[in-house]
């Protein structure tokens, strides 16, 4: 059968796989603290049909050869952590970090996630969650009878209650930073997971070893540039049209044979 | 039996083979940094008893196009074009030097800067390794400089310098890994003359409209050879027809 067939379609696959990265991004454009994908393609192995340099003739070699290429795959997708846009929010447990930093969630297995989603908010007992109720973690609570909430740049939560002019420190929320941030496995719900490439987590304060300032007030917009994301979706479609036409005219060729010889 | 559905039949066998190289050009339009792959047609005229008159076709691919792609701008620091002429060197599948446009780099685990089908990128001094950084530069000679972790600007680093190569036209060949290898593998020596673009990355430079011309034109070849089969056909039906005694 032609291989013309089987090339084109490892090219709509790897089409149809970039949509799927393109449409994810899309739809994540308003979610907080989300990182783009990007598909990485690569082109598969070449096939020598006809080596160059061979011996055509005992004093003479064969000027060019014949190799043909077998198609292309995705290679995988990149996890993009630019930063995302800063949105004021005015809400005091709307945390955004300026900075590689992520948050810490205890997961209801144990295990840890990272997060750069800062949407916090308080559960029956006062302690800081996030909007799915996995606390925050090193657990931070607040207490019942607390006014205002200060979260300063360096992660110190501190209180103030009614009838005292002192500030209350209830604890201090840690970051953590990533060797190759783009290694983590991304686990739905905005949030990641440590894996062999990512490194293990550096825990630190906020603010130093670049881990970045906790923004109080403040949420991070998804990083997804709905412009980039339009015209790559037109550049995709047009190439899956165009590979879908080759599958056609290669079936044409193959019915025209079929039918003639 | 005429030879002419022989002649028709190669002729046939080497448009397929075109096809799928145009095909494989058109599947890699979107791959960063691909090189589109030329075919071309020699005639092999082949002698023999009587009058010479059968001359086959032959495809093959005399090279890859050079020419520059698109640049997409990126943003990311990470991401690498090299404007103009020239290579990055990657450590092959083999182990040995072998050379690629492509410089969607990543920095794996360990600190071993890659590019994006995980093959490790060359600098002038070896592969290249990065301790924990905050901010990464490449030079448009292809320097890397990093503000370490936990460092102001004042305290920048130079790394490595990017292997940047530029091999005289025709010195590097596509091998079956996809990317350019020299004869017998020899690393090439780095140039000065190369210069690279940080936060771009550079396209496929096949040329879509080129390819889809060649594959219908190939098309109505294909069709052609197979008319050139079925009048082989019919003359050998004449002929028998012909001869029959009855």
């Known amino acids: ?261 | 039996m005429d030879k002419l559905i022989y002649v028709a039949m190669t002729g046939a066998a080497h448009i397929d083979r075109a096809q799928t190289l145009h095909s494989n050009n058109l599947a890699n339009v979107g791959t960063t940094g691909f090189r589109a792959d030329f075919a071309q047609a020699r005639s092999v005229q082949l002698y023999g008893e009587g009058y010479n008159g059968r001359v086959y076709a032959l495809a093959e691919q005399p090279g890859s196009d050079f020419k520059q792609g698109a640049f997409v701008q990126t943003g990311r620091d990470l991401d690498t074009a090299i404007a103009g002429e020239g290579f990055f060197a990657v450590k092959g599948p083999d182990g040995k030097e072998a050379y690629s446009r492509s410089g969607d780099f990543l920095v794996d685990p360990v600190g071993a800067l890659r590019d994006g089908a995980g093959r490790q990128v060359l600098g002038d001094g070896g592969p290249i390794s990065l301790p924990p950084y905050d901010k990464l530069y490449i030079g448009t000679d292809g320097t890397v400089t990093i503000q370490p972790e936990g460092q102001g600007p004042e305290a920048l680093v130079q790394i490595d310098r990017l292997k940047l190569v530029k091999p005289d036209r025709g010195a590097v060949t596509k091998g079956t890994d996809g990317l350019m290898h020299t004869k017998n593998n020899t690393p090439l020596p780095s140039s000065p003359d190369v210069s690279v673009v940080s936060g771009q990355l550079e396209g496929s430079n096949v040329n879509a409209v080129n390819e889809m011309t060649s594959i219908l034109e190939l098309a109505r070849q294909f069709d052609l050879e197979v008319r050139l089969m079925k009048s082989a056909e019919q003359n050998d039906e004449t002929a028998t027809q012909l001869l029959q005694i009855n």
């Open chain 1, 1 to 261: 059968m032609m291989s013309a067939l089987w090339v084109s379609k490892t090219g709509l696959a790897a089409q149809d796989m970039a949509l799927h990265t393109i449409s994810n991004n899309l739809a994540n454009v308003s979610t907080v603290g989300f990182k783009r994908d990007r598909a990485v393609f690569e082109d598969l192995l070449y096939q020598i049909q006809q080596q160059p340099g061979a011996q055509s003739s005992q004093d003479t070699t064969l000027p060019s050869g014949l190799q043909l290429g077998t198609g292309v795959r995705i290679a995988g997708t990149q996890k993009m952590f630019s930063m995302g846009g800063m949105q004021n929010t005015q809400a005091p447990l709307d945390l955004a970090i300026d900075g590689r930093g992520f948050f810490q969630i205890t997961m209801p297995d144990g295990s840890i996630g990272y997060t750069r989603d800062g949407e916090f908010r308080m559960d029956q007992d006062g302690q800081l969650v996030n909007s799915q109720g996995h606390p925050l973690e090193p657990s931070i609570t607040i207490p019942p009878n607390a006014d205002t909430i200060t979260i300063g740049t360096d992660g110190t939560v501190s209180v103030m209650t009614q009838g005292n002019p002192a500030a209350t420190q209830v604890g201090t929320i840690e970051l953590v930073s990533f060797v190759n941030p783009a290694g983590l496995q991304a686990d739905g719900g905005n949030l990641f997971s440590e894996t062999p490439a990512s490194g293990s987590p550096q825990s630190g304060t906020a603010g130093t070893d670049g881990l970045g300032q906790i923004m109080q007030g403040n949420l991070e917009t998804s990083n997804v540039s709905v412009v980039e994301e339009l015209v790559n979706m037109v550049a995709v479609q047009r190439a899956y049209e165009m590979n879908s036409r080759v599958i056609s005219t290669s079936d044409q060729m193959l019915q025209n044979l079929t039918q003639n010889v």
